[in-house]
């Protein structure tokens, strides 16, 4: 990591607010100073795991992210639903990955009690 910025001459430190990138919860700021053509940083940029989303992984659980039905599989929509599950749960359904995206119909159909 470096330790000094330079800095944008039409932006000054050039700050963005880190989100998660599971549920997009707000988690901090980004510095990003002069970037390529001087150009503005991004209001907010996708950067790491909340301490909500890690404590679900590190335990060995999943986080389901729901898109819409019928998403584009390499940029899926997401709608905003996010649910996170205990390892059992992983385990019972066989989900190897501790991220995935599900959609909008089979979300509702597995947590229509829950929700």
């Known amino acids: ?5 330079t800095l944008s001459e039409k932006h000054g430190v050039n ?4 989100c998660c ?3 997009g919860k707000e988690t901090g700021v980004a510095l ?3 970037l390529k053509g001087d150009a503005e940083a991004p209001r907010k940029v996708a950067m790491g795991l909340c301490d909500d989303c890690k404590k679900v992984i590190d335990g060995g659980g999943i ?3 729901e898109v819409q039905d019928g998403s584009d599989q390499k940029n899926p929509y997401r709608t905003g639903r996010v649910v996170g599950c205990t390892r059992a749960f992983r385990e019972r359904l066989g989900i190897p990955n501790p991220i995935v995206y599900m959609e909008q119909s089979m979300f509702n159909q597995l947590f229509k009690n829950a929700i």
Request: proline share 6%; net charge positive; with cysteine.
């Open 15 to 18: 700050p963005s607010i880190t």
């Open 63 to 65: 986080m389901i992210i």
């Open 21 to 23: 990138e599971v549920c």
């Open 1 to 5: 990591m470096s330790k000094s910025i």
């Open 32 to 34: 990003f100073g002069r």
